[in-house]
């Protein structure tokens, strides 16, 4: 979701700026993950008709004794799906031999994603120009590109910290993400892309340059590098509100967030994938009941079968401290999936305790909610860093936390959460300065618009 989200809104941006351009999103499904499909099909009814959506045929997952890693498991996975793309692509196109009776179609560009660098060959067959789209921050692109040049997972363990170009400060090992910690296929997957990337005809980044100064910097003195554009944050505002699971209890949030002061509502939310453990969940609900704020908390079982997507759970007080929802029922709510774009657009929601996924990210910048960092998974850790030690734009709770192993006691979520909500007012601040530099950049003249402006010029031309 976290990569499919913004290709689809950039999808939007290109056929607004451009309505003689369609565009067509291939998207992979998997019986494990039903939100993709739901996502898809509420897709297809409310976007205009220049954009439409192609569900390729499943194929069975990769064998478990092929890959050790996330990055080798999705690596493969679209690998397998490289016949179901060619075809799709050529029946977008037909060329003359096959049918000459239909309006010629021309296929400006395909845009593959971070982990779909072997459909470049099919664009090479088919001599469709072809970019990437990196739904992830400029940083962490550095980073990848980076990693090309260095032997082995194992000398990139052997430092305490180290440099890299797109970060200003050295990046210290305990943020580097599990899929190149841990000498598995990983780190092999990771150079492999990265290589590719070089191959594209340029590199689309949703990000925007007056918020990864240094970062984007950095990639415009790499001169083996294709042009990049940064022309975020490409953002879904309304968000799963559209294609919510459970539009009765969204109404409920929006009508419990109505009756709360301004910025008073500390947001606790860990993503589309976030869950924690039951020991976690427990330390958490005392640090808040102790911290005394208000609170909205989205709280996901972890799944249940591996692939599939956290759950909610049946009963919440399973989970819970003892009476904890009964003690808490004045000053908190606690909920399953929340739509979260527009849960932090509501003017009570004054912080925002995340797993600093990139588009949470974008979206809390967006609204100008500060952010505490806690980590879980994949590039979060660096995100979580490039945010609180190279930008100042959000207070650092944890950096290093990773699902599984950490536990964060009551204590320091006590604090943390006391610390955003009623100190933090220099990040807050910066935090809002922002929030204006985003809109900033997507309107007329600005820095994102101007990127994409140029993107369609090379691509019409
Ligand atoms: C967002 O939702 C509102 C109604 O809640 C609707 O009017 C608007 O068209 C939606 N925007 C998009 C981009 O789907
Ligand atoms: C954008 O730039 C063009 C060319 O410099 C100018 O004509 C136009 O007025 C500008 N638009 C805005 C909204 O500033």
């Not at 060959?121 to 260095?150: K, N, Q, W």
């Not at 993503?271 to 020991?279: P, Q």
């Amino acid at each position: 979701m976290g990569n499919l989200i913004p290709i689809v809104e950039f999808a939007n941006l290109l056929t607004k700026h451009h309505p003689q351009f369609s565009a067509t999103v291939l998207i992979i499904t998997m019986p494990q993950r039903p939100l993709i499909n739901t996502y898809a099909q509420s897709l297809a009814s409310t976007s205009p008709t220049n954009i439409r959506f192609l569900l390729l045929p499943t194929v069975d997952p990769p064998a478990p004794d092929h890959y050790q890693s996330s990055v080798g498991f999705l690596s493969l996975l679209i690998q397998k799906h490289t016949t179901n793309i060619r075809d799709a692509l050529l029946q977008l196109a037909p060329t003359e031999s096959t049918d000459s009776t239909r309006h010629s179609v021309r296929l400006a560009a395909l845009f593959v994603d971070m982990f779909s660098t072997t459909i470049i060959d099919v664009a090479a067959e088919l001599a469709i120009p072809c970019y990437l789209f990196f739904a992830s921050p400029a940083s962490f692109l550095g980073f990848m590109l980076h990693l090309t040049r260095v032997d082995s997972a194992e000398s990139l363990n052997s430092e305490e910290e180290f440099p890299v170009p797109s970060f200003k400060n050295p990046l210290p090992r305990c943020v580097l993400p599990n899929f190149v910690m841990k000498g598995n296929d990983g780190f092999s997957w990771i150079q492999q892309h990265a290589r590719r990337y070089r191959e594209t005809k340029g590199i689309v980044v949703n990000t925007f340059p007056e918020l990864e100064p240094h970062a984007v910097q950095s990639l415009s003195c790499d001169s083996n590098l294709p042009p990049v554009y940064p022309i975020g944050p490409t953002l879904d505002l309304n968000g799963s509100a559209q294609w919510n699971p459970n539009p009765a209890q969204f109404k409920l949030i929006m009508e419990w967030l109505d009756q709360q002061p301004l910025a008073s509502v500390v947001l606790l939310c860990f993503g589309s994938l976030g869950s924690l453990k039951a020991t976690q969940v427990e330390q958490i609900a005392i640090g808040l009941e102790r911290a005394g704020v208000r609170f909205l908390w989205a709280l996901r079982e972890s799944p249940k079968a591996q692939l599939e997507d956290p759950t909610e759970f049946e009963n919440l007080e399973n989970v819970l401290p003892d009476r904890f929802l009964e003690r808490t029922a004045g000053i908190g709510l606690v909920s399953g999936w929340v739509p979260q774009a527009k849960v932090l657009g509501h003017k009570a929601i004054g912080g925002f305790v995340s797993h600093c996924g990139w588009n949470s990210i974008l979206e809390s910048l967006w609204y100008g909610v500060p952010i505490a960092t806690w980590p879980l998974y994949a590039e979060q850790q660096m995100n979580a860093f490039e945010m609180v030690r190279e930008l100042g734009l959000a207070v650092g709770f944890r950096l290093d936390y990773r699902t599984g192993g950490d536990l964060v006691w009551a204590e320091e979520v006590e604090r943390g959460i006391r610390f955003l909500m009623n100190g933090a007012d220099g990040i807050r601040s910066k935090v809002k300065e922002m929030s204006e530099k985003c809109r900033v950049a997507l309107m007329e003249n600005g820095s994102s618009y101007a990127k994409l402006v140029s993107l369609i010029q090379e691509l019409t031309s």
